[in-house]
């Protein structure tokens, strides 16, 4: 079936330098992407989201990149702090059976490591 | 939390005992969604509910089943419980399908199969 996937499982960066988190997605009929945050011991926490028809979005501190023509989605942390660490899950929407609502399907996430 | 609970937060149960896991929300939601969270395979979709009695199966849903009888509640049953459903459960929900808007989800329950 169709998958969401990370190219990179981890990354390590310094306090106060940008992060940038990958996913690749192979279901071109996805139509709304989400980012989500994980801490240890929590649910998963809304980050930032992005329709089809865009290709940027910005939040505080973070900015949501999508290339449909690669498939391809990427998510930067600007001056990334302690509190950033956690696990970051890309997520993807598709409307399988026809249905409007669509289901949510995960990437395996990223481990991202601040250190001080 | 955006209004959801889970309970328990954490069980052990036997093989081969049934076991029900509770979402509860505070938020009016229509739709209501089980996942499962295991190492490798991340979030794994197991049931959905788009209402009141309206359930569907997600990619996962051998061995569970899940019943909502009212809008703040969706229950996953494990009707007989074997280790490999060891693994922490999330409960999420979302106003308008997670085509439309995201999905904010609980704090999960850790459930383990010995």
């Known amino acids: 079936g169709e998958s969401v996937g990370l190219h990179l499982p981890t990354l390590s960066v310094q306090e106060g330098d940008n992060s940038i988190i990958n996913c690749a997605y192979s279901?071109?009929?996805?139509?709304?992407f989400i980012w989500y945050k994980q801490e240890s011991g929590k649910g998963p926490q809304f980050i930032i989201d992005i329709r089809s028809n865009m290709d940027k979005r910005q939040g505080q501190r973070v900015t949501v990149l999508l290339n449909k023509t690669v498939k391809h989605l990427s998510l930067q942390i600007a001056a990334t702090q302690p509190g950033d660490s956690a696990v970051y899950f890309c997520a993807e929407n598709s409307h399988a059976g026809g249905t409007s609502y669509g289901k949510l399907t995960f990437g395996q996430g990223t481990i991202l490591t601040v250190h001080p | 939390d955006a209004g959801i609970t889970q309970s328990p937060r954490h069980k052990v149960t036997e093989t081969g005992t049934p076991v029900t896991l509770r979402c509860h929300q505070t938020?009016?939601?229509?739709?209501m969604y089980w996942y499962r969270q295991d190492p490798g395979h991340g979030l794994r979709l197991i049931h959905y509910?788009?209402?009141?009695?309206?359930?569907d199966k997600g990619e996962v849903s051998d061995g569970y089943s899940v019943s909502r009888s009212k809008t703040e509640d969706f229950l996953l049953t494990l009707e007989s419980a074997t280790s490999s459903q060891t693994s922490v459960y999330f409960c999420?929900?979302?106003?308008?399908?997670?085509?439309?808007?995201?999905?904010?989800f609980g704090q999960g329950t850790r459930l383990t199969v010995v």
């Open positions: 279901n071109s009929a996805s139509d709304y």
């Open positions: 999420a929900i979302s106003s308008s399908g997670t085509g439309n808007t995201e999905a904010f």
């Open positions: 509910s788009y209402g009141v009695k309206d359930t």
């Open positions: 938020e009016n939601h229509r739709y």
